[in-house]
């Protein structure tokens, strides 16, 4: 790969994790909203564990190896068309960073809603 495909890796990666899946969180209910979250994920599941366990320094999509950022692309590609899903990574990315796992509310499952406000009684 030459250096002008990296950079165009590069560049591909910052559009899909700063702007094209955070765009996406609210309308297909993502567990997460910002761009280091979903940077995250992907890079855990392309590193097969945390991902700074296995590239030195940051920003690690610049040093990570291009085989493993072209891995987490196409990830990103397949969440953004909805062939991955996202809930599952960040459940395995939490696990291998050994973090309490707290369910997100689903359509099947919502949330409870709140409760109404309370009205103080006249006296």
């Known amino acids: 790969m030459t ?3 990296r950079a165009g890796l590069e560049r591909r990666w910052l559009k899909l994790t700063r702007e094209i899946l ?3 969180a609210a309308a297909r209910r993502f567990p997460v909203r910002h761009d280091h979250c979903f940077q995250r994920i992907l890079l855990d599941a392309a ?3 945390r991902w700074a366990d296995h590239v030195a320094g940051r920003p690690a999509y610049r040093r990570i190896d291009t ?3 072209a891995a987490a692309v196409a990830l990103a590609e397949r969440v953004t068309a909805g062939e991955a899903d996202l809930d599952r990574l960040n459940i395995q990315s939490l696990r291998w960073r050994g973090e ?3 369910p997100a509310p689903s359509p ?3 949330a409870p809603p709140a409760a109404p406000p309370r009205k103080d009684r006249p006296r």
């Open 3 to 5: 250096g002008d495909d």
């Open 108 to 110: 099947a499952h919502p």
């Open 47 to 49: 590193c097969g564990g």
């Open 67 to 69: 085989e493993r950022l």
């Open 100 to 102: 309490p796992l707290r």
């Open 22 to 24: 955070p765009e996406l």
